[in-house]
C-alpha cells in the first residue's frame, strides 16, 4: 500500500509564503508523477502545480507565484508558495501516480490535505 502524508500547510496574510511537503511511503516501485490540487468550499477541485518527469505544469492563476520541486530520493513532492492571496485559501492535496511492487499498472494516490488560509 502506498500513502501519501502532506504538511506545511497553515495561515498566512497576503503576500507571505508558505511551503507545503508531500511524502510517499509503502510498496514503491517507482513514481512518475506528482503533483498538487485544491479545493475551495462550494468549488471544484483544480490542479494547482504537475510534476511529469522533469517538466511541471501549474494553473493560470498561481504561474510565477509558485514552484513545484520533487525530491526523487526521499519520494518528496514540494510547493513553494509565495505572494499568497485570499484567493489561495483552499484545502491543498498531494498526488501521485505510483508504480507499486505488486502492481501491474500506475495507481493513483492522494494525502489527506492540508489547510491553507490567506487573510488579507
Known amino acids: 500500500q502506498v500513502k501519501l502524508v502532506e504538511s506545511g500547510g497553515g495561515v498566512a496574510q497576503a503576500g507571505e509564503s508558505l511551503r507545503l511537503s508531500c511524502e510517499a511511503s509503502?510498496?514503491?516501485?517507482?513514481?512518475?508523477?506528482m503533483g498538487w490540487y485544491r479545493q475551495s468550499p462550494g468549488k471544484q477541485r483544480e490542479m494547482v502545480a504537475y510534476m511529469n518527469g522533469g517538466s511541471a505544469d501549474y494553473a493560470a492563476s498561481v504561474e510565477g507565484r509558485f514552484t513545484i520541486s520533487r525530491d526523487v530520493a526521499t519520494d518528496t513532492v514540494y510547493l513553494q508558495m509565495d505572494s499568497l492571496k485570499p484567493e489561495d485559501t483552499a484545502l491543498y492535496y498531494c498526488?501521485?501516480?505510483?508504480?507499486?511492487?505488486?502492481?501491474?499498472?500506475?495507481?493513483?494516490?492522494w494525502g489527506q490535505g492540508t489547510q491553507v488560509t490567506v487573510s488579507a
Open positions: 498526488t501521485a501516480s505510483v508504480r507499486g511492487y505488486y502492481s501491474d499498472d500506475e495507481d493513483d494516490y
Open positions: 509503502g510498496t514503491i516501485l517507482y513514481i512518475s508523477a
